[in-house]
Antibody, heavy 122, light 107 residues
Framework: EVQLVQSGAEVKKPGESLRISCKGS????????ISWVRQMPGKGLEWMGR????????YYSPSFQGHVTISADKSISTAYLQWSSLKASDTARYYC???????????????WGLGTLVTVSS | DIQMTQSPSSLSASVGDRVTITCQAS??????LNWYQEKPGKAPKLLIY???NLQAGVPSRFSGSGSGTDFTFTISSLQPEDIATYYC?????????FGQGTKLEIK
């Protein structure tokens, strides 16, 4: 069974750094890109960027370029999203996901983690 | 970036009603469009892929249609468990983009 297991909720202060994680299991981690998606409180879904776990090549949405860093460690099947200096406006739930349709048995699937809630408050 | 304009932003309907949500892309995305259902506290669930294909296990009252720039998502007979927020998402080109979401409520 494909699973993306995300790290637990975080409460941080403005200016602090943070790295959250997403561990893939049930499939070959290096086969599929991992995307990160933000959902601010009461708002919609925003695609932040993705990483190829094999090469660590990344693509960022222009809205998030320079504000976050996406990385991966293929040896432990884990992707990361990190901030060097958090702001209150980073308060959101962050999902990792395999968004490229994966098809088998006559249907296609995408896979999502349950999300990591990040709260930034002084 | 491809902009996805989804409407309405909210919708109130009665059980048994036919519900329609539209999504318009700012450029041709062929049929590279998914529809998701999001319920509170849960990850988004894929309902429709490639604009019109029902994902396995999803009730047949859900359907999608369209190609190019104009897409439609339909629930043929609204059920109480369909209360959720629905999103379209294009995957024709990076950056992927979502519609603004449609919050569906029971009247």
């Amino acid at each position: 069974e494909v699973q993306l297991v995300q790290s637990g909720a975080e409460v941080k202060k403005p200016g602090e750094s943070l790295r959250i994680s997403c561990k893939g299991s049930g499939y070959t981690f290096t086969t599929y890109w991992i995307s990160w998606v933000r959902q601010m409180p009461g708002k919609g879904l925003e695609w932040m960027g993705r990483i190829d776990p094999t090469t660590s090549i990344t693509y960022y949405s222009p809205s998030f370029q320079g504000h976050v860093t996406i990385s991966a460690d293929k040896s432990i099947s884990t992707a990361y999203l990190q901030w060097s200096s958090l702001k209150a406006s980073d308060t959101a739930r962050y999902y990792c996901a395999r968004l490229e349709n994966s098809c088998s048995g006559g249907s296609c699937y995408t896979y999502w983690g349950l999300g990591t809630l990040v709260t930034v408050s002084s | 970036d491809i902009q996805m304009t989804q409407s309405p932003s909210s919708l109130s309907a009665s059980v048994g009603d036919r519900v329609t949500i539209t999504c318009q892309a700012s450029q041709d995305i062929i049929n590279y469009l998914n529809w998701y259902q999001e319920k509170p506290g849960k990850a988004p669930k894929l309902l429709i892929y490639d604009a019109s294909n029902l994902q396995a296990g999803v009730p047949s009252r859900f359907s999608g249609s369209g190609s190019g720039t104009d897409f439609t998502f339909t629930i043929s007979s609204l059920q109480p468990e369909d209360i959720a927020t629905y999103y379209c998402q294009q995957y024709d080109s990076l950056p992927y983009t979502f519609g603004q979401g449609t919050k569906l409520e029971i009247k």
